[in-house]
C-alpha cells in the first residue's frame, strides 16, 4: 500500500470514530499520525475537534493553531477555531475565525450556525435571527437549522415561531427527538391531546437509540404532569432520568474534596487577600440549588433599566478551575495568593465586557456559583450576592423532572443523590453564611418570595443599591432573552402553583425524603 492510499484510509477510520464520538480514541490515533505526516492539516484538525469535544480547549486550540498554518483558508479549521475560542469565552476571536471562514464560503451552513449562536451568547438575538435568516436561503431543508431557529425563538420567549420552526425540523428528521421535549416546555398539554399518542408512539420505534427516547420520556412525564396523570407521570420521568444518570455515572467526590478543602483551609489562606475593583461594572450574584428561584430573581432584576441579566456564565469556574485545579480532579486552596485572584478578576471582567452589556449591573445566574461565595466578596468586593432557596422537596422534585444540557447537573437524575446533593449545598451555605456575614449576602426564600411580592422586590432592590422601578413587578413584559429550564414560567406572572408540588408524587419519592438530613 503506497502512503496516499495509506493516509486515506487512516483518515476513514478516524472519521468514523468522530462519528460515533470515540474522541479518546480519536486522540490516540491522531497523535501518532500528526507525527507521521506533520505537513497533512487534516489529522491535525481531527485531533483538535477531538480534543475540543473531550473539554481539553487549551490544548485544542495548540494543535488547531498548527492545523491552520498548513492551511491557513481552510474553512473547516477556521470553524473549528471559532468553536474552540467560543469554548473558552474568547468571543471576539471566534468571531473572527467564523468571518473568516464565510469570506471564503459566505454559504458555509456549520460557519453560520455557529455564528448565530455565538451572537445569542452576546446577547444579540436579532443578529443572530438574521445570520440564520441568511443560512435559511440555501439550505431550506436542512433539519439542525430549523432546529437552531426554533431554539433561539424560544430563549426570545416567541413560542409560535419556535414551534413552526421546531416542526419543520421534525418534518425533515423525524429521528431528531430531543425537539418533542422542548417543545413539550412551552406547552400545557390536555387530556385526550393528540400530541401525547404521537410521542408514545414514537418511543415504540426499535431504531431509536435510548438516549432519543430519554428525550421523548421526559416529554412524555411532563404531557402527563400537565393532565395530572401523575402515576404515568412519574414512570416516564423515571425512565428519562435512569438513562441519564447510567451514562453521567456522576459522584460527589470533588465537591466533597472543594468542601474539606474550604473549611480546612479558606479562613487562614484569605486573610487580607480582598482585591480593588477598577471596573464601573457592578456584578449580582445569584446562587443557590437550581430550581430554587434563581430564574425569577433574574427576570425581577433585570426588568429594571440599570440591570442586565447575563444568564449563567461559566467565567467563575472556568477562572477558578485554571488557578486552583492542578487536574480536574485534584482542587488546592492552600496557596491562595493576591496575583491568582487577580487573575480570577481580570479573566471575569475580560470576558463580561465582551457581552455588549450597556448596563451598569450583570446579573450572573450561575446557581452551582454557591461553591465560590467566599472567593466572589473577595474578588469582586462591590457585587452583590443573593443565595435563593426553597423547600428541599420542591427543589429536587422540580429538578428530577428537567433534562439539562450541562454535565455539571449529573445529580439530578437520580432522587437519592438529588437529597445528598442539596444536604452539600446546605453545607456549603453555612459554611460561607459565618464568613460572609449577613450584610454581604441577601437570602430570598422562595415561598415568602412569591406570597409577599412587593414588598419582597423592594428589599431585593434595596440590597443591590437600585431604585424602586414598576418594571421589576411586572418582570414578565420583558424581552429578555431566557435560555434556561425556566423559559417559559418568567413569561407569566407570578404565581405560586409550584410550591409543594411534590406532594402530588409523595409515594414515589421514598429514596429522596430519606437522602435528606432533617
Not at 430519554?214 to 425512565?239: C, E, P
Not at 462591590?382 to 444540557?405: E, G, L
Amino acid at each position: 500500500m503506497n502512503q496516499t492510499e495509506n493516509k486515506k484510509k487512516e483518515l476513514e477510520k478516524i472519521i468514523n470514530l468522530l462519528n460515533v464520538k470515540k474522541y479518546d480514541a480519536v486522540v490516540s490515533k491522531a497523535k501518532i499520525l500528526v507525527k507521521k505526516f506533520p505537513n497533512d492539516y487534516i489529522f491535525y484538525n481531527a485531533l483538535g475537534m477531538a480534543l475540543m469535544n473531550l473539554g481539553q480547549f487549551d490544548e485544542s486550540l495548540k494543535i488547531l493553531n498548527k492545523a491552520i498554518k498548513l492551511d491557513d483558508k481552510n474553512i473547516h479549521v477556521l470553524n473549528n477555531l471559532g468553536l474552540a475560542h467560543s469554548s473558552i469565552a474568547n468571543y471576539q476571536m471566534a468571531n473572527e475565525y467564523y468571518n473568516r471562514a464565510l469570506e471564503i464560503k459566505p454559504d458555509f451552513l456549520n460557519a453560520l450556525i455557529n455564528l448565530a449562536n455565538l451572537k445569542e451568547k452576546l446577547n444579540l438575538n436579532i443578529d443572530a435571527i438574521e445570520v440564520l435568516k441568511i443560512a435559511l436561503k440555501h439550505y431550506p431543508d436542512d433539519y439542525f437549522l430549523h432546529y437552531t431557529i426554533g431554539t433561539i425563538y424560544q430563549f426570545l420567549g416567541d413560542f409560535k415561531k419556535s414551534h413552526f420552526h421546531y416542526q419543520k425540523s421534525l418534518s425533515i428528521n423525524p429521528s431528531y427527538t430531543e425537539i418533542y421535549r422542548l417543545m413539550s416546555m412551552t406547552k400545557k398539554f390536555q387530556k385526550g391531546d393528540e400530541d401525547i399518542e404521537i410521542i408514545k408512539n414514537k418511543i415504540n420505534d426499535k431504531n431509536l437509540t435510548e438516549i432519543k427516547k430519554m428525550h421523548l420520556y421526559f416529554a412524555l412525564g411532563k404531557a402527563f404532569d400537565d393532565t395530572k396523570d401523575f402515576n404515568n407521570s412519574f414512570i416516564n420521568y423515571k425512565m428519562g432520568n435512569d438513562i441519564k444518570d447510567k451514562f453521567l455515572k456522576f459522584n460527589f467526590n470533588l465537591d466533597e474534596k472543594i468542601l474539606s478543602s474550604f473549611k480546612k483551609n479558606f479562613e487562614e489562606q484569605s486573610n487580607n487577600l480582598s482585591l480593588e475593583l477598577n471596573s464601573d461594572k457592578k456584578i449580582i450574584f445569584i446562587i443557590g440549588m437550581p430550581r430554587s428561584g434563581t430564574s425569577l430573581i433574574e427576570q425581577v432584576l433585570s426588568a429594571h433599566d440599570d440591570v442586565a441579566g447575563a444568564g449563567e456564565l461559566t467565567f467563575l469556574t472556568d477562572a477558578i478551575y485554571k488557578e486552583f485545579f492542578s487536574n480536574p480532579n485534584e482542587f488546592d486552596i492552600t496557596k491562595i495568593t493576591k496575583e491568582k485572584l487577580k487573575k480570577i478578576q481580570t479573566f471575569y471582567l475580560d470576558r463580561i465586557n465582551q457581552l455588549n452589556y450597556s448596563e451598569k449591573y450583570i446579573v450572573d445566574k450561575a446557581p452551582l456559583n454557591f461553591k465560590w461565595t467566599g472567593f466572589i466578596k473577595m474578588i469582586f468586593p462591590n457585587s452583590y450576592i443573593v443565595n435563593c432557596n426553597r423547600d428541599p422537596m420542591d427543589i429536587c422534585w422540580s429538578n428530577y423532572k428537567q433534562y439539562y444540557s450541562s454535565s455539571n447537573l449529573g445529580f439530578a437524575y437520580n432522587l437519592k443523590k438529588l437529597g445528598q446533593f442539596y444536604n452539600l449545598y446546605n453545607e456549603y451555605m453555612t459554611f460561607w453564611e459565618k464568613i460572609l456575614r449577613e450584610k454581604n449576602l441577601l437570602n430570598i426564600q422562595y415561598e415568602n418570595f412569591t406570597e409577599n411580592f412587593q414588598d419582597e422586590v423592594k428589599k431585593l432592590l434595596s440590597f443591590c443599591d437600585l431604585s424602586w422601578s414598576t418594571k421589576c413587578v411586572e418582570f414578565y413584559k420583558s424581552k429578555n432573552s431566557v435560555s434556561t429550564a425556566s423559559l417559559a414560567q418568567v413569561r407569566q406572572p407570578i404565581y405560586k402553583t409550584s410550591v409543594a408540588a411534590w406532594e402530588s408524587y409523595s409515594s414515589y419519592l421514598e429514596d429522596l425524603k430519606n437522602s435528606l438530613k432533617n
